[in-house]
């Protein structure tokens, strides 16, 4: 019985070795004689083919390329901020003309459809112009094989590995002889069509811009299936020297690239004389219409800080990947689609209003800031300061810090706030059993070791009302209408401050300072008048709690997000959750909404006669505030000194002058513009019943 003989690659290998051999020993008319030689190792690649195996092998997954990561407001369709590290969309081959498919064809392996991965012609031919005729260097590397070199370098980059990531782009022969085997076994497993789809996504196309979908719209802003000749013709082009060829870089040289491939795409039968004339016609130059790709969140506009919060909450929640670095990966290279809770209005409206009351760059040096959240869902709906965004650095106009949030997600130690806090304590007085109608007896002096649970056990707190009065006695909720401090810290003693820290949670305040945030440490009797460093967004979320009818909701600024599959994602949930007896909530909404009707808050009245909930604040002269709610918009503002210890006192701010400044001259105002604004705007229905009736439980 005949024996067959099967090739392998190593005798393919041998015998195209022995074809150049003999190049260089017989010179160029040796080689032309040989010309039949590399008709049959083209012949013995297809007989060996079902016997080489790579022993490994690339993905094509092209989900799995490093792709970009867009960040969207809450209608889904407004664009706040782009990342990348390699700036690339990928597309299906059927939303890529066929020109930009035949572009690339003629430019990088015309014989790509004949060939099974590897071309001993092309190799044999580069080699022979490269080292024989000394003409231009030329590569022999099919488009499979440029694929592989592309897709290796970028795993080896994606995990981090810059050493093997060299490897896989050096100019060796074990790099080479590797590069062929992977691209045979490709070619024996996927579809010419699938090979073409994957080169076309992950190959370069100019400085920082990868795949042909990115290539189109920052070139000639359009979708690679829009592409026509010329155009086509030109991106094809950029692949032999990304940085020199780049259209925007060289217009010249790219046009002359340009009518290289056209003049291939002629000769090759990819297009007709008249259609390369005509592409021709034109010059690059006047053909381009770039569009830039900016990066991070100084792309986002007033939204930019809302944008910084979302990125942190990425950055920092495990929810996204176990280390920090799996969680910039996965933003940066992910190609994931993000969809916010912002609502464009309401930042739009918030912003306006910020800067309307205190305007940036004004001479008092002051911040005003704000965080708006939706009750019953927390989802964050706005956050906005008199602040320009820097990604880093800053001056007095201009900061990376987002004063709205905690330290933990972007922002700084926070600010105190004064009586806005005093809510929290009359929610902590009824959850202790108490009425807010009990009469209480006050004093300006109150032995610090008379308040349990205070982490300070020594001296004495004087604590008096503004200018220096006291009513006695006085029930809690005349204490909040008229924002007394004395009863505060009767009520503190009375019930301890445990009680306030267990108040505190069930709203989901937090401290601003990371090292606070747990509330229940470092408890103390002047927290009971906001001298706790806290932050708009944590005051917000307590105070929707209240309008949520006691549902405590984390803040959120995710609401869905995407993977490059299309796939939903696992993102951080609201954990909404029943924290406060409900007739609790109404009570503490009414002795709110008395604090504007009845009480020293009257200037926070919304438009219309709508029922209000509001208090002010004022901390030390050196921070004011003043926030509310609505059933459906819970919103918090704060104007301080980032700086340090600067007294609002004795100032002009936004062109008014005044000897004392309290939270109701600026930060009510502030939120009033803000709150009926978005309210017209938005079309939010008036909503009569919360707090309208107090319980008898509790009143």
């Known amino acids: 019985m005949k024996k067959t003989q099967r090739m392998t690659f190593r005798r393919f290998l041998i015998l195209l070795l022995a074809f150049i051999v003999l190049c260089v020993g017989g010179g160029v008319a040796t080689s032309g004689y040989l010309i039949p030689l590399v008709w049959g190792l083209n012949k013995s690649v297809e007989a060996a083919k079902s016997q080489m195996v790579a022993g490994e092998s690339v993905s094509m997954?092209?989900?799995?390329?490093?792709?970009?990561?867009?960040?969207?407001?809450?209608?889904?369709?407004?664009?706040?901020?782009?990342?990348?590290?390699?700036?690339?969309?990928?597309?299906?081959?059927?939303?890529?003309?066929?020109?930009?498919?035949?572009?690339?064809?003629?430019?990088?392996?015309?014989?790509?459809?004949?060939?099974s991965g590897i071309d001993p012609q092309g190799i044999a031919r580069a080699f022979v112009n490269t080292y024989i005729k000394k003409g231009d260097t030329q590569g022999g590397s099919t488009l499979t094989q440029q694929y592989v070199k592309n897709v290796l370098m970028d795993q080896a980059l994606s995990a981090g590995d810059p050493i093997t990531a060299y490897h896989a782009r050096e100019e060796t022969i074990s790099r080479k002889l590797r590069e062929m085997l992977i691209a045979i076994q490709l070619e024996k497993d996927h579809s010419k069509a699938e090979i073409l789809q994957g080169y076309l996504n992950i190959a370069q196309f100019g400085v920082n811009t990868y795949g042909v979908q990115t290539a189109a719209q920052r070139y000639f802003s359009k979708n690679a299936?829009?592409?026509?000749?010329?155009?086509?013709?030109?991106?094809?082009?950029?692949?032999?020297?990304?940085?020199?060829?780049?259209?925007?870089?060289?217009?010249?040289?790219?046009?002359?690239?340009?009518?290289?491939?056209?003049?291939?795409?002629?000769?090759?039968?990819?297009?007709?004389?008249?259609?390369?004339?005509?592409?021709k016609s034109v010059s690059v130059k006047?053909?381009?219409?770039?569009s830039t790709v900016q990066i991070g969140c100084q792309t986002a506009g007033n939204a930019a800080y809302f944008c910084d919060y979302v990125?942190?909450?990425?950055?920092?929640?495990?929810?996204?990947?176990?280390?920090?670095?799996?969680?910039?990966?996965?933003l940066y290279q992910g190609g994931l689609r993000i969809y916010t809770t912002l609502d464009v209005t309401a930042q739009n409206d918030a912003y306006n209003a910020m800067v309307r009351h205190l305007p940036i760059g004004d001479p008092s040096g002051l911040a005003i800031m704000m965080a708006a959240v939706r009750p019953g869902t927390g989802e964050i709906l706005?956050?906005?300061q008199n602040r320009n965004y820097t990604a880093g650095g800053g001056d007095d106009n201009s900061t990376s810090i987002n004063y709205a949030v905690g330290q933990e997600l972007g922002g700084g130690t926070g600010f105190g706030i004064g009586s806005t806090f005093k809510p929290i304590n009359l929610v902590a007085w009824m959850?202790?059993?108490?009425?807010?109608?009990?009469?209480?007896?006050?004093?300006?002096?109150?032995?610090?070791?008379?308040?349990?649970?205070?982490t300070k056990k020594f001296g004495t707190w004087h604590v008096q009302n503004a200018f220096g009065t006291t009513v006695n006695p006085e029930t809690p909720l005349h204490a909040l209408n008229f924002s007394h401090n004395t009863t505060q810290a009767s009520m503190g003693q009375i019930m301890g401050l445990c009680q306030v820290g267990k108040a505190m949670e069930a709203l989901g305040y937090q401290n601003a300072m990371t090292s606070e945030q747990d509330v229940m440490k470092n408890l103390e009797p002047t927290m009971l008048i906001g001298t706790k460093n806290t932050s708009p967004l944590s005051m917000a979320t307590a105070y929707a709690t209240i309008a949520a009818r006691g549902k405590r909701c984390t803040p959120i600024a995710i609401s869905k997000m995407y993977g490059p599959d299309g796939k939903e994602m696992r993102i951080p949930s609201a954990n909404c959750t029943q924290t406060l007896d409900p007739d609790l909530a109404e009570t503490a909404a009414y002795a709110?909404?008395?604090?504007?009707?009845?009480?020293?808050?009257?200037?926070?009245?919304?438009?219309?006669?709508?029922?209000?909930?509001?208090?002010?604040?004022?901390?030390?002269?050196?921070?004011?505030?003043?926030?509310?709610?609505i059933p459906q918009l819970s919103a918090f503002v704060l104007v301080s000194n980032p700086k340090g210890y600067v007294p609002i006192a004795n100032m002009r701010i936004?062109?008014?002058?005044?000897?004392?400044?309290?939270g109701a001259n600026l930060p009510i105002p502030a939120w009033k513009d803000f709150m009926d604004t978005y309210i017209r705007d938005a079309h939010i229905p008036a909503e009569n019943s919360l707090g309208k009736t107090p319980s008898s439980k509790y009143f």
């Not at 000749?229 to 060829?245: C, F, G, S």
């Not at 006047?286 to 770039?290: K, M, V």
């Not at 009469?439 to 032995?447: D, E, G, Q, R």
């Open 592 to 629: 709110m909404n008395k604090n504007v009707t009845a009480g020293i808050a009257n200037m926070a009245q919304l438009a219309d006669g709508r029922m209000t909930y509001a208090k002010t604040g004022t901390n030390e002269d050196i921070s004011i505030s003043g926030g509310g709610f």
């Open 654 to 662: 936004n062109g008014v002058y005044r000897g004392y400044w309290d």
């Open 286 to 290: 006047d053909s381009l219409h770039p």
């Open 431 to 454: 959850m202790s059993g108490r009425k807010i109608t009990q009469p209480l007896k006050t004093s300006m002096y109150y032995p610090i070791n008379s308040f349990a649970c205070s």
């Open 382 to 384: 706005a956050m906005a």
């Open 311 to 330: 990125v942190r909450t990425i950055m920092t929640n495990p929810v996204f990947g176990k280390t920090a670095a799996d969680r910039r990966r996965l």
């Open 61 to 115: 997954d092209l989900t799995a390329l490093p792709q970009m990561s867009k960040i969207y407001a809450g209608d889904g369709k407004t664009l706040l901020a782009q990342f990348y590290t390699q700036n690339r969309q990928v597309v299906a081959l059927k939303d890529i003309s066929d020109k930009m498919q035949k572009a690339v064809v003629a430019r990088e392996d015309r014989r790509f459809l004949d060939h």
């Open 225 to 279: 299936k829009d592409l026509n000749l010329r155009e086509a013709a030109t991106i094809a082009a950029v692949t032999k020297n990304p940085a020199h060829y780049d259209p925007t870089v060289d217009p010249e040289q790219s046009e002359f690239q340009r009518n290289i491939v056209l003049n291939q795409m002629e000769k090759y039968g990819f297009a007709t004389p008249e259609e390369v004339k005509d592409a």
